[in-house]
Structures are given as structure tokens and as C-alpha cells.
């Protein structure tokens, strides 16, 4: 069976986001789809690594506050397994401390909550363009 990066045809990157905040999923979804992102949302982080292992994002959004495991933990969880370690993570939150908990995180970005929809496709665009480069 043929990986993502094998198949010439496979154009689009895959973005998950994790947030417990469904109407934040939808407009989030809305806006990446619209720049031909596949969108995978999901409102709880159960089993975490066996969904990213499933769908093998490009790009990880994370909230602080999602429930099960918490932002925090759940890239944690994400950096520590060989196989998902590289999937650039961007953490966001309302949080007034983002920057803190990213690095105690370990995720690669941060967005800061309330933020700009260019800011989103910013940052996804880059977190991507980076991980092609290494």
C-alpha cells in the first residue's frame, strides 16, 4: 500500500484539529477546506495516538482545555511516540500564558485565542512548509 508522501496524486494536506469547541471546529474546518486542507476535527482527544497513527496529519491544532487528556498531556503524549513525534504541533488556547504551556507542551507553535482567520491559515501554512524542509 502505498504512503501519503508516495502517492503523486494526494495534493491536499491533512490537518487535525483537536478543540472542544464545536462551532471553533466548524469555522476552523470551513477556512482550512477553503485553502484545499482535509480537515479531520475532533472535540475530545480518546486514544489519541491510535487516531493520528489512522489518519497521519501534516499538522496538528491542539487546544489547552480538550477534554479526556488535556493539550498539555496529549502533545506530550504526541512528541514522545516515534512514529507522530514529527507532525509539527500548534497549540492553541485562550489562555493568557500560551506561550508557557507550549513549551511545557513541546509543541512546535502557538496561537493565541481570540485570533485572525489569516493568522490560522498562516501558521498552518507554515508549520507545514517547515516540516517539508526537514
Excluded at 489512522?54 to 482545555?65: A, S
Excluded at 485562550?94 to 481570540?114: H, R, T, V, W
Aim: proline share 4%; charged share 25%; aromatic share 6%.
Amino acid at each position: 500500500m502505498p504512503t501519503r508522501e508516495n502517492n503523486a496524486q494526494d495534493s491536499h494536506r491533512r490537518v487535525m484539529i483537536f478543540d472542544d469547541d464545536n462551532d471553533l471546529l466548524e469555522v476552523c474546518s470551513i477556512i482550512l477546506r477553503t485553502k484545499n486542507f482535509d480537515v479531520i476535527a475532533k472535540n475530545k482527544c480518546t486514544e489519541i495516538i491510535d487516531v493520528l497513527e489512522t489518519y497521519q496529519p501534516d499538522v496538528i491544532l491542539m487546544d489547552n482545555w480538550i477534554p479526556d487528556t488535556g493539550g498539555v498531556k496529549a502533545t506530550r503524549m504526541i512528541k514522545e511516540n516515534d512514529r507522530l513525534r514529527n507532525i509539527p504541533v500548534i497549540f492553541f488556547s485562550a489562555n493568557s500564558n500560551i506561550a508557557q504551556l507550549c513549551s511545557e507542551a513541546g509543541a512546535d507553535y502557538f496561537l493565541q485565542k481570540p485570533f485572525e482567520l489569516t493568522e490560522l491559515e498562516e501558521i498552518v501554512a507554515t508549520a507545514i512548509h517547515n516540516r517539508a524542509l526537514q
